[in-house]
């Protein structure tokens, strides 16, 4: 067991198969249940949806999973910009399930994350988190994430408008 609580031998962090597309809908359903840490309030992607996401990853994008005991409880994408000017920049977004949270898997998700960015080439990490959401924000200025702006209202939910904070981290050589 880690200070965390994870059993590092019951904890497996790997890219994202087909076969967990089932799986991952369940954990993203619930996920998005709760209505607090992400900004979408409705699954509308298919168990197909996402098996042929995961089957088609490629230098510019990863899905990277967290299963623990034969369940998935964790997910971190990873997406590249496209343009030329922004190439060395990359999007991050992760999610925990509610009953595996605190417990260190977020930061095994984050120490792969940024594994997986370095070798693709990715300079610059970027993100948005709710402000109410504490442990994570925690979480990414431990990785040497800084708050870097804030987007008042950003994001419209059924129970109103939430701001988003927007934080990076440079990993490159020149960080």
Do not use: C
């Not at 597309?21 to 699954?43: D, H, I, M, P, Q």
């Not at 922004?86 to 417990?103: F, K, N, Y």
């Not at 930061?107 to 990715?122: F, K, P």
């Amino acid at each position: 067991m880690t200070a965390e609580g994870v059993d590092p031998d019951a904890l497996e962090i790997r890219p994202a198969r087909p076969t967990d597309a089932r799986a991952f809908l369940a954990f993203w359903k619930a996920v998005v249940a709760e209505e607090r840490f992400v900004r979408t309030e409705e699954v509308r992607a298919s168990a197909r949806a996402y098996r042929r996401r995961f089957r088609g990853r490629s230098e510019l994008e990863t899905d990277i999973v967290a299963i623990e005991g034969g369940r998935l409880v964790g997910h971190v994408t990873i997406q590249r910009e496209g343009h030329p000017v922004t190439h060395h920049v990359a999007s991050l977004s992760i999610a925990v399930a509610a009953d595996a949270r605190g417990r260190g898997i977020g930061r095994r998700l984050m120490e792969e994350a940024i594994a997986w960015s370095s070798r693709a080439g990715v300079e610059k990490l970027v993100l948005s988190v709710y402000p109410h959401n504490e442990a994570a924000i925690g979480l990414y200025r431990s990785f040497g994430f800084v708050e870097e702006g804030r987007l008042a209202r950003h994001s419209r939910k059924s129970y109103g408008y939430e701001d988003e904070i927007l934080m990076a981290a440079w990993i490159g050589s020149d960080a």
